[in-house]
């Protein structure tokens, strides 16, 4: 089994576990987004075509719709990111300030 750099919790949240490696969370066509140990953003370089091509740049892909994942696309997304925040990703809301706000400040 392969350890992975993130875990998935319900039908919408991922924790980030790893700080080594950066997650990229890519929702079907929507803007790809960045989490690390530093915080959450939108991704504005290109997405490494394969998942081993990430790993040489310290990047996990996350797809959403993969069946890994949640199987399918979501509107709503929770991270539970290493700065002790967890965010909520709004897809509905994409391209406005709301759509990456802090839903719970020190979760842990």
Do not use: W
């Not at 350890?3 to 980030?16: D, P």
């Amino acid at each position: 089994m392969i350890e992975k750099n993130f875990i998935t919790s319900g039908r919408n949240t991922i924790i980030h576990k790893v700080k080594k490696f950066d997650l990229l969370i890519i929702n079907g066509e929507k803007c790809v987004v960045i989490i690390s140990h530093r915080g959450i953003g939108i991704y504005k370089g290109e997405v490494p075509a394969k998942r081993s091509i990430a790993k040489k740049s310290y990047q996990d892909i996350v797809d959403i719709s993969s069946r890994e994942v949640f199987g399918e696309e979501k509107t709503l997304v929770f991270i539970q990111a290493l700065d002790g925040v967890e965010y909520k990703i709004d897809y509905s809301k994409e391209n406005t300030n709301s759509f990456i706000k802090i839903h719970q400040n020190h979760y842990m």
